[in-house]
């Protein structure tokens, strides 16, 4: 996914884990997605599913992060089967915490399901 955004025109894309933070530096996470995210002209959250919590973030983004909110783009996969879909996002806080950050980005979120729609996705960002 992120070398789809870097390829972009004039798009630099990295993954905090980039940077070298670990398990042991989750103190600094906040404090440095926040000082990179201000110098960011977008910000793009891509969820695929819950697996490993995304609680945290997702409640992070919509409480702490008004403007981050501002610059936010969510590219999020859905599952063509429903059983599936249920079994991804299956965790309630989650699920309402996305479901909050969805309403505050609007027309920002981007909907994809294969690999071909996420080319298209990815398009449709700026």
């Not at 969820?47 to 983004?61: A, K, R, S």
């Not at 080319?119 to 449709?124: I, K, L, M, N």
Request: aromatic share 12%.
């Amino acid at each position: 996914m992120c070398t789809r955004l870097n390829d972009r025109r004039d798009a630099v894309a990295f993954r905090l884990e980039e940077f070298g933070f670990d398990a042991d530096d989750l103190d600094l996470w906040a404090p440095a997605f926040e000082a990179l995210s201000v110098q960011a002209t977008w910000v793009i959250g891509v969820i695929e599913d819950f697996d490993g919590g995304h609680v945290w973030e997702l409640g992070y983004l919509y409480r702490q992060q008004t403007s981050v909110r501002d610059v936010l783009w969510l590219l999020k996969r859905v599952y063509d089967d429903p059983e599936i879909q249920r079994a991804q996002y299956e965790n309630g806080i989650a699920a309402s915490h996305l479901a909050a950050l969805e309403t505050a980005v609007g027309e920002r979120v981007v909907e994809w399901s294969t690999l071909d729609e996420l080319d298209s996705a990815v398009e449709r960002i700026p």
